[in-house]
Structure formats: structure tokens, C-alpha cells
């Protein structure tokens, strides 16, 4: 049954359009990791970007601007978190549980107060980013079923990882925020300012957050429900761990994720109990962070901590 | 002769957050093209005077004055800017980048706004010329040994064009060798025209390359003085307040029967092997020394002997009883003791109390617990006594031990695990970072243990400690053990150095003494 | 002891500072929003006072608040950041609806087995990410948050499997037998056995962190592991000891919660009491005995702003706000440290410094 599914091409399809949010979601997470902050709100900033993008996209009736409030609101976000967290000093995790506290509830009371609408964006005529048929492409047989059609943000994800990639090891921008994540010491030996590099990369975080917020409300459906984003960055978190934080690992990874949500959502469709089938994301991310730990674990014997451990022990306290 | 003045540090005063008065009311200046040497036991606040020089750290209260002109340094980005760079005791590179990189970093050459890998190993390659350091600008700097990365340190600092350099405690991880070539580049960089600030505790190289020392003690300046016309006795007795017995005096002790035997230990590393055969005995009443330059498999040694990791070529056997298969805790219950190398991130909670500390490895004694509850009124009455004893200086055995000073803590460390009278100890680097009457202080327990009859391991980089306090040493090398010396008070340093080094090594004939019954 | 005194002196009042400062933004928020704010703000500030059943209300709330927060103490105490408070309470809620459906009835023992259940529920849950973590470094926080959503939906596939209702509308479960639910204590409220029970719960994590040689490991682990493992200590043991008692406290706190206020299984998503408890510790300051007071102060702000939400133009979720803001401010390290600073230096100053020896 499960063979029957994975051979067709809309199911594919439907692997990369559920793994865009997922891929957003992953880069933002690669690029706060890299500067040595974890960001655990990428969730609520998600939530928060998915809800603005809704809001300002039936208002002003277009799409860019709606886009553009909802990647605005998630650097705002990301800045809120980068000011608590760096200036304030307040433990990175408990920042991250606090924004998405905010976010949930937060996002409800807003659109409540704008609309009237109680948890879901029902009144509203939000826009959606519209999809792009591929001219050549399309009309290859099975190739052109899965990759043409899709919406212009999952053609955007792909790029981003990219993007990301030069970023990371081609600009100065990223060779200082590796530096930072690795050797804060080292960074303000050279007169450089660690905060304001640990910013730059949380806003561009939080760019990447909001895309996948916006990528939710405008893309994957068209409207803001409570709690839409279900654990995504969470998600994101361990594939960018299991992808050994490069970009071309996380992507991995995060398409693999992706497999497993579009298999949940075809399986809902068949006889299988829905709340077993809605297990799969959340239990393959399980599994899948166990592998890598176990496999990791069994190569660093000899070698030092590695980078994540010693990001847990900042938590102290 | 001295120059002329050209930056004064005037009443600086700093507190840090724990309550520590780091600075009070300093006053500094140093003359143009001279070695200046700045003195004081570790905590006397020589570093944190620096570090306000540098701009890692503000002061609370005071001014810096350079040429003539008071200026405000609120960074490192701005120290560099007005010519002062530092080289730091814990360097502070980034260990995955290459050596280039770390260079470039801040100022990375751009062509259509990538990074131009190729200028910026051009650049490294300059400036490693002109100052006669060679470097290779494409090694990835978590390969380099340490030499090599304090090399990188120092072109990280002269590149950016710096007349006042900075060097803080610079020779701790060098060999004597490496210290000659360091003193080479700074006798020329001082040629130049350039002014060195070399913050030290040794009075030895003070004395060898220093122009003028300024005396720091608990936050104070006790003056600056010219290296030529003041002597050793002089410096300690300003640093300390009183005295300070250099030598240390040991009484002959009679030799009991073996506690610690370590027969043909070996350990890989990957596929490096971390110690090769090693062997040697430890006898009742004996402190049996280990030098060697770090990391030449003195931290895997320590770390068999205390059950940190586990033997699986060779055998070590305490009191007859093999270590094989046995945990930190078992090894603990056979009477050993371990002062470790890293008082803050091994030997104590910094957040827990002083009394929660000295208790850790007694915590499930019977004489502690009462059923299922602790006897805090017993523990309390043992650790007052303890501190008491140890002459622990803190508010109350309630107060958490990260609040003490360096010398204190390690006081803590040494209060749970001398306290106990063990029969073996290992004692790694046991007063680095302590201030000279703390030292003291260790060191006589130290003796009092052995005189008892305590077998006793002592590694320690700190040469007059380990030719001081040991009746004998090995040299480690490359995990080797390289040379044994019967006496220890009778080694020259120079051919100490030559088996710190590698350049020599002993035959097992030479080494005989080590394997007496 | 001044050091001590001024620093503890501190944190009170850093405390207070902060939910002052969250109260006074949502008043803000409440004045700016509302057509009636003072109405709005009268009912959120007295609503809770004003009758037996709400006083009622905010105990009962506080009484989950107070097994959740444990929990997350006992875990955060020893340094692991699991998140599995959550899922085990729920769990350990649906497992305890299932024991109350499904056994025998026997007097006097059916809510403690029930309990129990419930119990051992939780700790099964916790100690998945405790096993991993302890065995492979799996890092707890990430894979506890996954563990949660896995909980939720099997939870429900159990109850849908073994205990749902047929003939009812919607999706709950048929109702517990009667001797397994948990006493009233005071009649006009729905307060319950479970609050003594909390209360009993306080007092054992107390003492146990405290009093006991293994809290004493788990706490010296979570200030600092090397240390601990020098010191001889199993930390194998800690980090999957404290993620299990962590994970037994927050399903006993879902029994009792379910065996107490409920009398069928209804829930259809995650309550959010775990985060909840977060809330509470972090205010706690991670200590047992300061979580009753932050638990019904976290209680009363949510029937408050249920009371407002229901009597007034004010949703009730700005106590999202509130709560998020009060954890960011409690948890800064950095907030009004430039004052605690001068307060520092003040002090410092005055001492005269004698290094070595005793003091002067």
C-alpha cells in the first residue's frame, strides 16, 4: 500500500511542496546555530510570520507587500529574541519557550481583536503566493510532474539553501558568524562586536522563519489557523543537527522529513486511524535524531565535546 | 634608561560582579621602547589591569593617558586603533578556521564581495616574513601544537600595526627552548622601537628581559622599580607582603614499600598512540614528579590513574589491586585522591556551596547520612572544621565556592581531598593559578602527606614546583617517558628542557632507578 | 553572609520588578484594547476573589501547575532541559482514564492504583529522552518536544481504541467508575484529593533534592557534570533518574487532574500544563518551595483573565503576553544587573581586602 503511494508523481510533488517550510525553517536554523545561539523560537516566529502575512495580505489585497510584513515581522521577531537573549541575558532556551508562548497566544488575541475571528482566519480574504509552471520542464514526462507547478516559495527554499551555502563560507558576514559560534574570544580579540554578528545572524534567521511562517498561510493553505506551524521548527532543529549543520545535509534531512509528513497526510486519506498516521513526522524525527546521535557518538569517542554539547551546557543557569 | 612616558594608566579602580575588587586606585606608566614587566601573584589583578588597557574589560573608576592625550578605550577594536594589541594566556583563535582566516578575520580582503581567499594568505605570508615568524597561512589552526598557535597570536597582533604589545603570561605552555626563541623575537620587536608590557609571574624571565617590573598586590600597585637594581627577595616580599620562602624545605623521608605500580601502560589515540609503555613505581613516603611541556600524555596518564577512562594495555595495581574495570568511584574508595587540572570545570560546583563542594565524593558515607536523609549537622561540623584547618578565607561554609579567590577554591579542592588521608594522590597542577601563599600552603600538606606516608604523583608545568616538591621526576615526551632523574634537586634545567623537548632521551639503563624494588 | 543577604535581597526584588513590569503591560494592552477597561481590568484583577467557586477554580488550577512545575524542577535542577512534562502528563491523565474505565473496582485502593498508573505512565514517557541522552548524548530537548506530539496522538488512538464512548456526540470517552475518582474537599468547588496530594508532593522533592544523597548527586550533576563524574558520582544515573522522576511527577499531576476534575477522558489536544510548569519554576526559581506561591499566582492570572475574557471585550489569551514576558524577566541574568553593580562596588569597597588567612 505504502509502495502503491511513493510511486506516483503527485506524491512527490507533494514531498518537496510539504518540505518547504521545513527547509525555511532548517536554514534559519543553520544560520543561528553557526553564531553559537540556538534559536528555539523559530516556531513561534513562524506562527507570528504566518499570522501577519495573512493579516496584511487581505488588507492591502497584495500578495508582495503581505510577504514582505510577514518576513518584516519575523526579523522583528528574531530582534525581540536577539535583545533578550544577548542583552538581557536571558537563558537562550527560556527566551525561545517564552516567544513561543507569546506567539501561541499571542496570535489568537490579535486576530481576534482584528477581525473578530476566534482561532481561525476564516472572515478574511488572504492572499497566496501564486505557483509557477516551469515553461521546458513541465512537459518532461514524471520529471516535470514533480518539479513543475509548485509555488514560487519552494522554488525560493531551494534557492535559499544556496544562498545559504555562499553565505556561510564565501562572505565575510559568514566567516564571522562561524567564527563567533566557535570562538566568541576570538572575534572581540579582533575589535569585532560578538553581539552585533549574533544579531545579524538571528535577523537572518528570522528572514528564513519568515518564509516558512508565510510559506504555511499563503502557500501550503490560505489562511492562519491556531497553532498552524505543529512542531515544524522544532523539526527543524533536529534536521539541522542530523544534517551536521552544512546546507546541503539539512536539505537532506529536511526532505526526508518532508517524505514522512506528505506519507501522513496520504495515509489520512486510507483506512489507517488518523492519530497513528499523524504520529509519523514527530516519530521519524525521533528516530531519526537516535541514529545520529548513536552514530555520532560512537565516532567522537576520541574527540573533544562537540559543538552542541557545549551549547547545552551554556544553558546552565 | 627610561624613555620617555608614553601611556599612564591613572586610578583605575574595578569590581567585578562577584564582589572580587580587582583594581583599586592603580597607577601605571610605561616609557617608550622599554620591556616593561608587570608582577604579582594570580589574583593580584595585574590581568584585569590589562584587560582595561585592552578594552576586553571597563574600569569603574580612572583614565588612560596615551601620548599626552587621555583616551577612552571601550574595545579591543578601539585599543588596536590606538596601537595596543594583546596576546592572551588562553589564545583566542577559531580552532576549524586556517591560520589565514584567523588573521583576516575583521578585515577580510573582498573581490566582488567574497572573501579573496588567495590575498589573504598572501597577506599572512608578509607579515610572518617580516617579523621572522614562520607560518604556514593555509593550516587549519586546531592542527597547530601550541607553539605555533601563540605564533599566530602574536602576527594576529603585529599585523594589525600595533607599537604597544601585550603578552600575558606567555611562556606558561612553552618549553625552555621555545621561551629563548620568544625572547629572540621580543628583543627585536623592542629594537624596532615597539614597548612591551609582559605580564608574569616568573621571576626568573623578569629578570632576564625586563627593563623596568611594576609590583601589583590584591588590586594595588606597590611601584614600579628598575629589574636591574632590585632583587628577587625584594619582588617577593612586595608581591606577598612578607618573606616568601623560595625554596621549600623537605625533610629526608624513608622510602616504604610500592603503593602505585604502573606496568607497560598503553593507550591510543585514534591512530596516534597517547602513551607508549609507560612504567614506574610510586613508594610510601615518595612524590615522585612528572615534567614535560603539556599535552605529551601526562593528562591520559592522569586520567587511567583516576578512572576517568579505562586501562585496556597494561596494568596498574594500587596496594597489590588492579584498576582494571574500575570506575571513578571505585578507584575513590581505594584511597586515592585527585587534585585535578582544571580546578573550575573538574574540582568544583561554582554554583554550589563550599560545604555541598567539600562533601562530593563523601557523600554516601555512613558517618554523613542518617536512613535516607543527610546529617547536614555532622557534615557542617566536619567542614567547619576543614575550613578552619585549611584556613579557608570565605563568609561561610554556605557560600557558594565560586565567590572565593582562585587560591581558595583550589584550598576547597585540597580541604576534600587531602582531608582524608589517602594513600595515593594525584596532584595536577596544584596551584596553578594560586596565589604564592595558598601555594605555599598546598604544598606544605603536600609534604606532610608524603612524610606520612602518602604515595604521591605530582605533574605540574611549573618547574620550581616539580623540581621543588619532588624527590624524584620522569620527563613525559610524546608519551614517553624520556628521562628519570634520582634527585630532583639536583637537575639542571637546561638539559631538562633538552627531554622536555625530544632532543634527548634516556636508555632504560640510564632510566634504572625508576624500576627500584 | 552580607554577600549572601544582598544577593538573595536581590533576587526578590529583581522578582517582583518583573512581574510588575508584566502586569503593567498587560494593563496597558488591557486599556488600549477594551472599550471598558476598568470593567476588564476589575474583573481580571478581583474576578478571581469575588466567589467560592473561583477561589475554587484557582486552586484547582494551581494543583496541575504545581506537578508539572515540580517536575520541570527536578529535571532543570540536574541540567536536562527535557520538555516531556507535557506529554507524560497527558499520558499519564489517559492511562489513569483507562486503569479508572477498564479495573475492577476495589475501595479505598481504586484512585491510588489508578494513580499509580497514571504514574508509571509518566516515568516510561520521560525516560525515553533520559535513556538516550544518558546513553548517547541524544540532545533531551528536541526529541522530548517530538515525544510530546507522539504521546498526544497515541494517547488519543488508545482512548479512540479502548475506552471511547460510542454513543456520545463527540470524541470522549465513556465515564470512570465512580470509586476511582478523587474526593471533593470543598463543597460548592471542584477542589479535590489531588491538592493534598500536590502539596505531599511539594514536601518530597523538597526533601529529596535537599535532604537525601541522591537529590544532593542530582543537583551537583546539574551544577556541574564533570565535577560530579570526578567527584565519583553516577551521572548515568542522574540524567536518567531526574528525566524519570521528572516524567512520574508530571503523569502523577495528569492523573490526578483527570481523576479529579473529570469524569470522562475529553481532551483532543495538549493543555499546555507543561509549559505551564515551565512558567511556574522558572518563577520558582527552580525551587520546590517557592512553587505553591508561583503556582497560584500563575492560577490566579489565568482565571482572571478567563474571568475577563467571559465579562468583557478582552480575550483571555493576552495572559500569553504576561507569561512570556515574566519568564524573559525573571530568567535575565542581565536585568538590573547595572544596578546590582553599583550596589556591589558600594559594598566591596568598603571591606578592607586581605588575601590568604582570615578576614580581618
Known sequence: MILEIIGTTSFWYAVLRVSTPIIFASLAAIVSNKAGVVNIGIEGTMLISSLIGVLISAFTQNVLVGVLAGILAGVLAALILAYCALHLKTDITLTGIALNLFASGGTIFLLYLVTGDKGMSGSLKSLVVPTVHIPVIKDIPVLGEIISGHNLLTYLAFLCVFLTFVLLYKLPVGLRIRAVGESEGAVASVGLNVIRIRCIALILSGI??????????????????????????????????????????????????????????????????AELVMMIPYVTTVVGLLIYSIKRNSKNKFKKEGKNESKINSYVN | MVGKTILEMQNISKVYSTGVVANQNVQFEIAEGEIHALAGENGAGKSTLMKVLFGIE??????????????????????????????????????????????????????????????????????????????DPSAKVSSLPVGLKQRVEILKALSRGIRILILDEPTAVLTPQETEELFHQLLAFKEQGNTIIFISHK??????????????????????????????????????????????????????????????????????????????????????????????????LVNLLVGKTFVTD?????????????????????????????????????????????????????????????????????????????????????????????????????????????????????????????????????????????????????????????????????????????????????????????????????MGGLFDE | MNKRNSSARFEIIRTAVAVAIAMLVAVVIIFSVSEEPVNALYNFIIGPFTSLRRIGNVIEMACPFIFTALAVCVMFQANQFSMIAEGSFFFGALCAAVAAIKLPEITGLSPIIALLIGTVAGGILGAIPGFFKAKWKTDEFVISLMLNYVALYFSLYLMNLLIRDASAGSKVSEKFQDSFQLINLIPGTRVH??????????????????????????????CNIKFAQYSGINTFAVILGSQIIGGCIAGLGGAVEMLGIYNRFQWTSLPNYGFDGITVAIIAKKSPKLVPIAALFLAYLRIGADIMSRSSDVPSEVISVIQSLVIVLIAANSFLSGFRHRMLVKESMKKPMVEGGNEA
Open chain 1, 208 to 273: 528564513f522563519s519568515g518564509l516558512g511562517g508565510i510559506f504555511m498561510s499563503m502557500g501550503y493553505v490560505s489562511w492562519f489557523s491556531k497553532d498552524m506551524i505543529a512542531g515544524r521548527g522544532f523539526i527543524a532543529l533536529a534536521a539541522e543537527a542530523m544534517g551536521r549543520g552544512t546546507p546541503l545535509g539539512t536539505l537532506i534531512a529536511s526532505i526526508v522529513f518532508g517524505f514522512a509528513d506528505a506519507l501522513s497526510n496520504y495515509l489520512q486519506s486510507l483506512q489507517v486511524p
Open chain 2, 58 to 135: 571597563t574600569a569603574d573608576e580612572g583614565k588612560v593617558i596615551l601620548d599626552g592625550q587621555p583616551i577612552q578605550i571601550k574595545s579591543p577594536l578601539h585599543a588596536i586603533e590606538h596601537g595596543i594589541g594583546m596576546v592572551h594566556q588562553h589564545f583566542m583563535l577559531v580552532p576549524s578556521l586556517t591560520v589565514a582566516e584567523n588573521m583576516m578575520l575583521g578585515l577580510e580582503p573582498k573581490k566582488h564581495g567574497l572573501i579573496d581567499y588567495r590575498r589573504a594568505e598572501a597577506f599572512t605570508r608578509e607579515v610572518a616574513e617580516k617579523y621572522n615568524l614562520p607560518i
Open chain 2, 203 to 300: 621571576l626568573g624571565e623578569i629578570k632576564q628581559i625586563c627593563d623596568r617590573i611594576t609590583i601589583m598586590r590584591a588590586g594595588k600597585c606597590m611601584g614600579t622599580y628598575d629589574v636591574s637594581t632590585v632583587t628577587e627577595q625584594e619582588i617577593s616580599s612586595l608581591m606577598v607582603g612578607r618573606d616568601v620562602i623560595l625554596e621549600i624545605n623537605k625533610k629526608p623521608v624513608k622510602r616504604g614499600e610500592k603503593v602505585l605500580e604502573v606496568k607497560n601502560v598503553s593507550q591510543m589515540h585514534g591512530q596516534k598512540k597517547a602513551l607508549n609503555d609507560i612504567s614506574f613505581n610510586i613508594h610510601k613516603g615518595q612524590i615522585l614528579g612528572v615534567a614535560g611541556v603539556e599535552g605529551n600524555g601526562q593528562r591520559e
Open chain 2, 314 to 510: 597494561g596494568e596498574i595495581l594500587i596496594n597489590k589491586v588492579s584498576l582494571r574495570g574500575k570506575n571513578v568511584k571505585k578507584i575513590r574508595q581505594m584511597k586515592v585522591s585527585h587534585i585535578p587540572e582544571d580546578r573550575m570545570i573538574d574540582g568544583a560546583a561554582s554554583e554550589a556551596s563550599i560545604e555541598e563542594n567539600i562533601i562530593s565524593d563523601k557523600n554516601e558515607a555512613k558517618y554523613l547520612n542518617k536512613g535516607i536523609f543527610m546529617n547536614w549537622k555532622a557534615i557542617r561540623m566536619m567542614v567547619d572544621k576543614m575550613i578552619d584547618y585549611y584556613r579557608i578565607n570565605c563568609d561561610s561554609l554556605r557560600q557558594p565556592v565560586g565567590m572565593l579567590s582562585g587560591g581558595n577554591i583550589q584550598k576547597v579542592v585540597a580541604a576534600r581531598e587531602l582531608a582524608r588521608r589517602p594513600e595515593v594522590v594525584i596532584a595536577n597542577q596544584p596551584t596553578r593559578g594560586v596565589d604564592v601563599s595558598a601555594a605555599e600552603f598546598i604544598h606544605g600538606k603536600l609534604l606532610e602527606l608524603r612524610d606520612e606516608g602518602t604515595a604521591t604523583l605530582l605533574v605540574s608545568a611549573d618547574l620550581n614546583e616539580v623540581l621543588g616538591l619532588s624527590d624524584d621526576l620522569i620527563v613525559m615526551h610524546d608519551g614517553e617517558i624520556a628521562a628519570y632523574f634520582k634527585d630532583s634537586a639536583q637537575v639542571d634545567e637546561k638539559e631538562l628542557g633538552m627531554y622536555m623537548l625530544g632532543s634527548e632521551k634516556m636508555t632504560k639503563e640510564e
Open chain 3, 193 to 222: 484529593m489531588g491538592v493534598i496530594l500536590s502539596i505531599l508532593m511539594i514536601i518530597i522533592v523538597y526533601v529529596f533534592l535537599y535532604h537525601n544523597r541522591w537529590g544532593y548527586q542530582l543537583r551537583m550533576a546539574g
